[in-house]
């Protein structure tokens, strides 16, 4: 979780300047939902970005992307390490049960719940971790 006294201010939408909400950053670009659900569909240009050398969130494999959510509610972000395969599973919402479980067990140690975080969110995944809306098969 980023520390309580960052400042986070409220960025456009990199691909359509829409600036209504905190939105998600992926590797340091914030797109909205209209722009990310176009990202899984492969519309536009590609993600592209270097990766870190940091460990997945999911998996521990090495190389990662940073993504960055604001919880429902909350000014405070989530700061989450995905490697390229499991940063494309979050966004095409389309991560396996194990993978979502990995996850919710970190949130849930953060006091957060899965529900709460935009991209596991409740309306996509059902309590197994199963994805009911993919948004696209990959
Ligand atoms: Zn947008
Ligand atoms: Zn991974």
Same mark, same amino acid.
Request: overall charge neutral; proline content about 7%; glycine content about 6%.
């Given at each position: 979780?980023?520390?309580?006294?960052?400042?986070?201010?409220?960025?456009?939408?990199?691909?359509?300047?829409?600036?209504?909400?905190?939105?998600?950053?992926?590797?340091?670009?914030?797109?909205?939902?209209?722009?990310?659900?176009?990202?899984?569909?492969?519309?536009?240009?590609?993600?592209?970005?270097?990766?870190?050398?940091?460990?997945?969130?999911?998996?521990?494999?090495?190389?990662?992307?940073?993504?960055?959510?604001?919880?429902?509610?909350?000014?405070?972000?989530? +700061? #989450?390490? =995905?490697?390229? %395969?499991?940063?494309?599973?979050?966004?095409? @919402?389309? $991560?396996? /049960?194990?993978?979502?479980?990995?996850?919710?067990?970190?949130?849930?140690?953060?006091?957060?719940?899965?529900? +709460? #975080?935009? =991209?596991?969110? %409740?309306?996509?995944?059902?309590?197994?971790? @199963?994805? $009911?809306? /993919?948004?696209?098969?990959?």
């Amino acid at each position: 979780m980023a520390s309580a006294d960052s400042i986070f201010p409220k960025i456009p939408c990199c691909r359509c300047a829409d600036h209504s909400r905190f939105w998600d950053r992926i590797a340091g670009k914030t797109y909205c939902p209209n722009c990310l659900e176009g990202l899984a569909m492969g519309e536009g240009d590609p993600l592209v970005a270097k990766t870190d050398r940091r460990h997945c969130a999911v998996c521990h494999h090495l190389g990662t992307v940073r993504y960055v959510t604001f919880p429902l509610n909350s000014r405070r972000p989530v +700061e #989450v390490e =995905l490697c390229p %395969e499991h940063l494309r599973a979050i966004v095409a @919402r389309r $991560l396996g /049960p194990h993978a979502f479980e990995q996850l919710r067990r970190q949130l849930e140690s953060l006091g957060l719940e899965a529900a +709460e #975080v935009f =991209l596991l969110h %409740e309306a996509f995944y059902d309590e197994q971790g @199963r994805a $009911l809306q /993919p948004a696209v098969e990959w």
